[in-house]
């Protein structure tokens, strides 16, 4: 099964987001990218991986440096890169890779403000992932061997962080319901249930 369509999805931390996309390209036949755009940013920059992991997804401290450095536009402007933060230098490539991926591709792609990057193209689905607290903190403590006691903060911090990444860079509100198009609560539902969910919503839009 395939589809002419690129899904974006948003998600909070421990809602099972990046397990429901990968599953979603799977079952769709498409590529998908979340890490595999650190590496892929990594092999065009020369810059290591990990130095690139650890700046994945967080916002630069300071908007006020970053438009004194003359990424005032980072809409139309990759030409400064400089001496820019290295959480800049990510997003300018994620950016940069993601636009040329959809001019030739369709697939699924995790996180990285897609949603905003993509935001003039027709053929693109915007999705956000949420699920309760107490749900998101038990899949951290299992997944990501987070200690129980600390489990509902670090699911607070990552989304206050993920939050601030996608307001920094696309001026909008991370979450808010009328950036999507489809909103899943995954709290109740299976991976699978979740990947099924979004291909019957892509069904509905082929079928209009």
């Given amino acids: 099964m395939s589809c002419g369509k690129i899904i974006t999805i948003t998600r909070q931390y421990g809602s099972g987001g990046h397990d429901i996309g990968k599953l979603l390209s799977e079952k769709l036949g498409i590529p998908f990218y979340d890490k595999e755009l650190i590496s892929l ?32 536009n980072f809409g139309n402007g990759f030409s400064v890169m400089g001496d820019l933060p290295m959480n800049d230098q990510l997003y300018i490539l994620q950016h940069k890779i993601i636009k040329e991926k959809a001019d030739s591709e369709v697939f699924v792609v995790v996180g990285r403000c897609a949603d905003y990057v993509l935001k003039d193209r027709d053929n693109v689905v915007k999705v956000f992932i949420y699920a309760d607290l107490d749900v998101r903190a038990k899949r951290a403590v299992a997944r990501h061997d987070i200690e129980p006691s600390r489990a509902r903060q670090a699911v607070a911090k990552t989304d206050k962080n993920r939050a601030n990444y996608y307001s920094f860079y696309s001026g909008q509100k991370w979450g808010s319901p009328e950036n999507y198009d489809l909103c899943i609560n995954s709290t109740s539902l299976t991976t699978g249930q979740a990947a099924d969910l979004i291909i019957d919503y892509l069904n509905i839009l082929d079928n209009q």
């Fill in 41 to 72: 940013a990594a092999k065009e920059s020369g810059i290591s991986p990990e130095v690139f992991e650890a700046a994945d997804e967080k916002a630069t401290n300071s908007l006020l440096y970053t438009l004194s450095s003359g990424l005032y």
